[in-house]
């Protein structure tokens, strides 16, 4: 067999499994590993200007198709502590990503040597597998091990730790019969799948509910196709957003406390059914358990056994992957169908569509400063059905889920349950990685901007092109709108006057210039006029430099969006339509 360096045995590893772009940052203690990838040349390498950039660049290079894993490396101590949060953000969206870091000799290791932390330890609870290798004959059976893990079962991030001395011994390795393991991925039986569907066959207003699992399964055509079989109306997840098309007679709308829809809440507090496939029951979907589940009977499948039953137990679970359920419930739907043995939706479904088509919100202001609805307004209907949209946490995402609609999976590209400020940026990077052509927008409030506004030098210096929606009302306004209930308005201001920036009046950062500073193109925004055509100015910008550009959009200061403590009870803030 080959000698080699443990360090390009890893190497060799992630091109067998079908790594080919990797995010990082060097140093020290993982220079043996950039080595191995400078000699075999077969991994872009994309420069991340902060490691836990880097590692929501992995996040969103994932989410971008099936199949993707993204791969993010830092060296030792603070590297890997930085990433823990691109880590933790991936492991609660079920997605895999692979983090490796470098580390200390193994003979220095609790010796409280320079940037030596027990990563290991730290990492293990947002990681389906952390795990620092002492033994360098192992590395090349670990990196084999990580994607087996990252694959099999509910997906997730795996850490690996690489002592210096260990990327740096030589042992023996025969890349040429490599092979990857297969992936375990839980499968639904014949038996339960009729029962489900016998449940749901004799409830009068069944809904689906379509999670996340199902655009990781890469599932949603099988999704489609079983709703229009059965007639039964589809409410999607936030994460599950595109599985169904948003024009689809059977997409019923989102419900929860916050990125919903006034016609989705409403279904689903008329249904009596409700199959959750690949969804996982999150409270900002479901309010409190009591209102959400009263008169109602539950199916839930999800990949995880420990999932049905986490947050209430359902009348029957069902461990499986989605994939596997859906085809298998399309089989048998086809079968009773020809038999006439399904119930005729026909009824139901007209209800849903009529309060899709009357239950609305309003979002045309035409107001000086602009209202933030008629940002979104202007978005959905300027950038089209194929737009894949970014975002990550605030009220700019959530009035993004309520007024822009989704047309295919992995087009909305969205932290879920982690929500860190700053992914938005480097999330985007990663989605033009992985697909080059895309039509890509990120939407951020101005606070979620700031955090990791210093990736954009990375996208200048690596061409990575896309527009980014900036609304600004110099405010944490989601922060501001809870800090409602306590009667204050404190430490959430982030306006200031800016001595260098006078026309801003008073909004502080001046991001036209910080923008421009780190590489790329902006533009400011004052009137709602002129929206499209600063949109139509940032394709033009786009493809002439081949950078990123941002949409500033200055905002009234205050504005607060629709939601709530229970899914019948939110709270509209603004105009809402009932259309006749």
């Known amino acids: 067999m080959a000698k080699m360096t443990a360090a390009e045995a890893a190497v060799l590893v992630m091109e067998k499994e079908g790594v080919h772009v990797a995010f990082g940052v060097p140093g020290a203690a993982i220079n043996p590993l950039y080595a191995a990838l400078r000699k075999r040349d077969s991994i872009r390498h994309i420069l991340a200007r902060h490691v836990e950039g880097a590692s929501h660049m992995a996040e969103g290079f994932t989410r971008a198709a099936a199949g993707n894993i993204g791969v993010c490396i830092g060296t030792s101590g603070p590297a890997g502590t930085d990433m823990i949060t691109g880590l933790y953000a991936a492991h609660a969206d079920s997605v895999p990503i692979l983090c490796i870091t470098g580390q200390a000799p193994r003979a220095r290791l609790y010796k409280e040597d320079f940037q030596a932390v027990d990563i290991e330890s730290i990492a293990r609870p947002v990681t389906k597998w952390s795990v620092t290798v002492r033994e360098p004959a192992l590395v090349p059976q670990v990196f084999q091990q990580a994607f087996h893990l990252m694959r099999s079962s509910r997906p997730g991030p795996v850490l690996i730790d690489l002592p210096l001395d260990v990327q740096l011994a030589q042992i023996e390795f025969d890349a040429e019969t490599y092979a990857p393991l297969p992936a375990y991925k839980p499968a639904a039986t014949r038996a339960q799948v009729e029962k489900a569907l016998r449940m749901m066959n004799e409830s009068a207003r069944p809904v689906l509910t379509a999670g996340g699992g199902i655009i990781n399964a890469d599932a949603s055509a099988l999704l489609v196709e079983f709703a229009e079989l059965t007639g039964v109306p589809v409410i999607p997840t936030l994460m599950g957003w595109g599985s169904i098309p948003d024009d689809h007679?059977?997409?019923?709308?989102?419900?929860?406390?916050?990125?919903?829809?006034?016609?989705?809440?409403?279904?689903?507090?008329?249904?009596?059914?409700?199959?959750?496939?690949?969804?996982?029951?999150?409270?900002?979907?479901?309010?409190?358990?009591?209102?959400?589940?009263?008169?109602?009977?539950?199916?839930?499948?999800?990949?995880?056994?420990?999932?049905?039953?986490?947050?209430?137990?359902?009348?029957?679970?069902?461990?499986?992957?989605?994939?596997?359920?859906?085809?298998?419930?399309?089989?048998?739907?086809?079968?009773?169908?020809?038999?006439?043995?399904?119930?005729?939706?026909?009824?139901?479904?007209?209800?849903?569509?009529?309060?899709?088509?009357?239950?609305?919100?309003?979002?045309?202001?035409?107001?000086?400063?602009?209202?933030?609805?008629?940002?979104?307004?202007?978005?959905?209907?300027?950038?089209?059905?194929?737009?894949?949209?970014?975002?990550?946490?605030?009220?700019?995402?959530?009035?993004?889920?309520?007024?822009?609609?989704?047309?295919?999976?992995?087009?909305?590209?969205?932290?879920?349950?982690?929500?860190?400020?700053?992914?938005?940026?480097?999330?985007?990077?990663?989605?033009?990685?992985?697909?080059?052509?895309?039509?890509?927008?990120?939407?951020?409030?101005?606070?979620?901007?700031?955090?990791?506004?210093?990736?954009?030098?990375?996208?200048?210096?690596?061409?990575?092109?896309?527009?980014?929606?900036?609304?600004?009302?110099?405010?944490?306004?989601?922060?501001?709108?809870?800090?409602?209930?306590?009667?204050?308005?404190?430490?959430?201001?982030?306006?200031?006057?800016?001595?260098?920036?006078?026309?801003?009046?008073?909004?502080?950062?001046?991001?036209?210039?910080?923008?421009?500073?780190?590489?790329?193109?902006?533009?400011?925004?004052?009137?709602?006029?002129?929206?499209?055509?600063?949109?139509?100015?940032?394709?033009?910008?786009?493809?002439?430099?081949?950078?990123?550009?941002?949409?500033?959009?200055?905002?009234?200061?205050?504005?607060?969006?629709?939601?709530?403590?229970?899914?019948?009870?939110?709270?509209?803030?603004?105009?809402?339509?009932?259309?006749?």
Not at 276 to 295: E, L, M, P, Q, Y
Not at 387 to 392: D, G, M, T
Not at 409 to 421: D, E
Not at 470 to 487: D, K, S
């Open 249 to 580: 007679p059977q997409m019923a709308g989102m419900a929860g406390l916050q990125t919903s829809h006034r016609y989705g809440n409403a279904t689903l507090l008329a249904s009596d059914f409700v199959l959750g496939i690949g969804n996982r029951w999150a409270n900002r979907h479901t309010g409190s358990v009591d209102v959400f589940t009263k008169d109602r009977t539950f199916v839930h499948i999800d990949i995880e056994p420990t999932q049905i039953g986490r947050v209430f137990g359902p009348d029957f679970g069902i461990v499986s992957d989605a994939k596997a359920a859906l085809a298998l419930l399309v089989e048998v739907a086809r079968e009773w169908k020809a038999d006439g043995r399904l119930a005729d939706r026909s009824d139901w479904l007209h209800a849903c569509q009529e309060r899709k088509r009357t239950l609305l919100r309003r979002s045309d202001y035409d107001s000086v400063p602009v209202h933030p609805l008629r940002v979104y307004h202007e978005m959905d209907a300027y950038f089209g059905r194929d737009v894949r949209y970014v975002a990550s946490i605030g009220l700019s995402q959530i009035a993004a889920a309520q007024f822009l609609h989704v047309h295919h999976p992995r087009h909305w590209i969205n932290c879920g349950q982690a929500g860190p400020l700053g992914w938005t940026i480097p999330a985007a990077l990663g989605v033009r990685v992985a697909d080059p052509d895309a039509d890509i927008v990120a939407i951020s409030g101005d606070y979620d901007f700031q955090f990791l506004i210093e990736e954009l030098a990375v996208a200048a210096q690596f061409k990575l092109p896309y527009i980014h929606v900036l609304v600004n009302n110099a405010y944490l306004g989601l922060i501001r709108q809870a800090q409602r209930n306590f009667e204050m308005d404190y430490c959430v201001q982030l306006s200031f006057e800016n001595v260098n920036a006078p026309e801003l009046e008073g909004y502080g950062v001046d991001h036209v210039a910080v923008v421009e500073g780190l590489g790329c193109k902006a533009i400011r925004v004052f009137r709602p006029d002129d929206i499209v055509p600063a949109f139509e100015r940032a394709r033009e910008l786009m493809r002439q430099y081949a950078v990123p550009v941002v949409v500033e959009v200055i905002l009234e200061r205050v504005t607060n969006i629709a939601m709530g403590t229970e899914i019948d009870a939110l709270n509209e803030f603004n105009d809402v339509l009932t259309v006749e």
